[in-house]
């Protein structure tokens, strides 16, 4: 059985996948959380919401008003002016 193997060509020239990123404006924190437990677990929702809003969620009132309070949308308002 041959195995086929491929080679990642990575060059300075096709470097542009962070210019692309959605996340390029966002804060680094945000997605390397400190823990796995207590006030971490707050922070990898919020992560979680602000990639959510990115792809394009509509959310209701409610659901805009928990975001609110928990700092996600202001989060993401943030990275949607820069």
Not at 1 to 29: F, G, K, N, V
Not at 37 to 63: C, H, M
Request: proline share 5%; charged share 30%.
């Amino acid at each position: 059985m041959a195995i086929a193997q491929s080679r990642l060509h990575l060059t300075i020239e096709r470097d542009d996948w962070r210019d692309l990123a959605s996340c390029r404006d966002t804060d680094p924190d945000l997605f390397f959380p400190v823990g796995t437990t207590g006030p971490a677990i707050e922070q990898i929702d919020n992560a979680k919401a602000v990639d959510w809003l990115r792809k394009g969620a509509q959310p209701t009132d409610r659901v805009q008003q928990l975001l609110k309070i928990s700092g996600a949308w202001d989060e993401y308002e943030s990275g949607r002016r820069r």
